[in-house]
């Protein structure tokens, strides 16, 4: 798995979409380090860009990789290797690589602008860690995707409405459904709401580090008056690595029954 990590990896460091993606993530910290001069502000502003924008690239990157390198990946499927070794090497290569871009791209600028000398270094670290999850589960959950639908279209199809899903939709209903049932006690269902969907946990969890939960309305309250700030941290990180593990042991599931 090691080495179809590697070449996985190398293979997609040397890709321009890899550059592109990097250069994005560092013209767009040099640009708000230029227009903020806060460190602090412009850690709330990105927030809100790679709570958005991660998810969607991680979706859309996972499922071009795997189609793109279907011809390579039969080759390799006529080797004696495992096929969970196969498809986690390929999965971990591209997550890796989109991370490395975006740590390096967003952290470079802060750094040069005395990250390190700065109050803000741990807010800047959790939402580091926040993107380097969301890479991680879309991901996966790209592969996933792509596993179960051999038309392209369908799978690009199928990734494009999750990630609109999640990222949009699951908004409203969710919103709707704390409206419809007013009335009632809402506190363990807006927590397991919150839950079931990556990229509202990501930013829940990234708002009450920053201690601006009031912007969450009633969610960031309940959060607040139950888990507290550190308590809060830890469920939130430990169910944000069950969003990884799930889709990840469904790869390897997957894997071994497809029939190429």
Request: glycine residues 6%; charged residues 10%.
């Amino acid at each position: 798995m090691l080495k179809i990590l590697k070449y996985s990896f190398y293979d997609l460091m040397r890709s321009r979409w890899s550059y592109v993606y990097f250069a994005f993530y560092l013209l767009l910290g040099v640009v708000l380090l230029f227009l903020n001069h806060d460190l602090s502000k412009a850690v709330i502003t990105l927030m809100n860009v790679i709570i958005v924008l991660v998810p969607l690239i991680g979706t859309i990157f996972g499922v071009m990789y795997y189609y793109n390198s279907q011809e390579f990946t039969e080759l390799l499927l006529a080797q004696p290797l495992k096929r969970s070794s196969i498809f986690m090497g390929q999965y971990l290569g591209v997550a890796l690589s989109l991370s490395l871009s975006l740590i390096l791209g967003l952290g470079i600028p802060f750094v040069f602008y005395g990250l390190f000398k700065s109050n803000a270094i741990w807010d800047f670290s959790l939402l580091l860690i926040t993107g380097t999850f969301l890479t991680l589960i879309f991901t996966a959950l790209a592969f996933n995707i792509a596993l179960s639908n051999e038309n392209k279209i369908k799978g690009f199809g199928y990734a494009i409405l999750l990630w609109l899903f999640l990222a949009i939709i699951y908004d409203g209903v969710f919103l709707m459904t704390l409206v419809y049932f007013e009335s009632y006690p809402l506190d363990k269902l807006s927590l397991i709401g919150t839950m079931l969907n990556p990229i509202d946990l990501s930013r829940t969890l990234i708002l009450l580090k920053l201690d601006i939960s009031a912007l969450l309305g009633y969610t960031g309250a309940v959060f607040k008056q139950f888990f507290g700030t550190n308590y809060g941290l830890i469920v939130s990180l430990i169910t944000l690595t069950i969003w990884v593990i799930v889709p990840v042991l469904r790869i390897m599931q997957k894997a071994k029954k497809k029939d190429f």
